[in-house]
């Protein structure tokens, strides 16, 4: 196999996205403004919010009144319980906690802090919050489905997401939706070098592909939510999964 | 701002490397071979494997007498005891042992299967096992340090491993070494595009360029351990800091 080069460009000029805009088209338009071309087996990685933006999944906090459970656990973690009252919406399991924390199962099964619910570069942050998208996957899949039919090509699409993780500092970008990639590769029965069974059996592709499109988009999302990635190793490409199948079940879990 | 393109590239022809071989010499001499150069800004990232193979760090495992507690665990996780005995020598606590899974926190902090321990990709794999490298900072700054001297660049070094995650499949590739550049960028105190406080503090910079560099290293370690990483965003060599700045402390630790 060839040594395989990876490159990914931040798209330059990509304005703030208001609900019920086509993704698609402003990808679309964004391509040839940053000189760009769209190819087989290139994968555009969008970051969450602008999909969650693009979906008006913004809820008015005024509207929304906390039960006893959210009030409960907002005083454990000093947030406003209208939030509080949000993230238990979209979630399936309280994981932990404590001060400042509130991690939790996102109804799709990501264990994640205030269920990704974000307040952070939104419009009227004082008065909304913003969900991830329904369903991310879906999501993923519609903006390939558009993108191939528009420019006649075989792409795969990736929806970034910054997780926190249990045990190191810092988040890390993060695939929450995969559309036309394996989002996880299993090389199970596999062979090493020397003969023998590969220790590692499965490589969480999306999740890798999100953590190099974070790194150009900036960390603040500051402006550049689209990013091409162009020379991913055609393995990648074999069989399509989505971020779901990333998620380990409950059953297996355990650090619940 | 412009937009930030990233590239990275699989060195190909690097040879199984033997204890004491200059990593650096190995990666001076696949440069020119490969049609790449060293520029300022560079980043160099490497599989630990081959950093633990130059440092010799295999044991033999007919050396290994397991006691009391790796005999013990070892009945649970169904692994060699001689194995665990060794994971419990580099380790400061067992987090979890269940059949198959033995999770540890590794004397420098990570918390990772088998202390990270592998005997996969290694020659002689039946009688031995291959440690990570004593100081992967360490070996990331005397790297680091032996190339731009003889290149007359300013680079940074990144040591990957592929790790398990708490709550995902398949493994991610992850930083355990680091040296001239910010393993850890605290954004604390910036405010988001509508002046709002981040919500998001700390990235971790080291792992999103590990997972990145994986993703093209190929996961068997088919002898591509080494990336040149180019175009990585300026600020991010702003302040040195290791990998084992990205490390969790105890006493912050939600999932013991």
């Not at 792409?155 to 988040?171: H, K, N, Q």
């Not at 150009?216 to 190793?233: I, Q, T």
Request: with cysteine.
């Amino acid at each position: 196999m060839p040594a395989p080069t990876l490159t990914l460009t931040a798209f330059a000029g990509i304005a703030e996205i208001t609900p019920q805009q086509s993704l698609a088209q402003v990808i679309a338009a964004a391509l040839p403004a940053n000189s760009l071309t769209l190819r087989d087996g290139d994968v555009i990685a969008v970051c969450q919010k602008v999909v969650s933006k693009a979906e008006n999944r913004y809820v008015e906090l005024a509207q929304v009144t906390p039960g006893a459970r959210a009030r409960e656990l907002a005083a454990v973690c000093k947030k406003d319980a209208r939030l509080v009252e949000l993230v238990l919406r979209e979630s399936t399991a309280v994981v932990r906690c404590v001060k400042d924390v509130l991690i939790v199962r996102h109804r799709l099964g990501f264990v994640v802090a205030n269920a990704g619910i974000d307040q952070s570069n939104i419009e009227g942050a004082e008065r909304r919050a913003l969900l991830l998208p329904q369903d991310p996957d879906a999501s993923a899949a519609r903006l390939r489905s558009e993108l191939e039919q528009r420019f006649g090509v075989r792409i795969g699409v990736v929806i970034t997401d910054s997780f926190g993780r249990a045990w190191r500092l810092g988040v890390c970008g993060t695939s929450i939706g995969c559309a036309g990639l394996m989002a996880l590769r299993d090389m199970r029965g596999r062979p090493d070098r020397f003969g023998r069974a590969l220790r590692v059996t499965q490589i969480a592709v999306a999740d890798e592909i999100a953590a190099a499109a974070t790194l150009v988009m900036g960390e603040a999302d500051e402006g550049r939510p689209v990013v091409l990635v162009s020379g991913l190793p055609s393995e990648y490409f074999g069989e399509q999964s989505g971020a779901v199948q990333l998620v380990r079940a409950v059953k297996e879990d355990l650090f619940q």
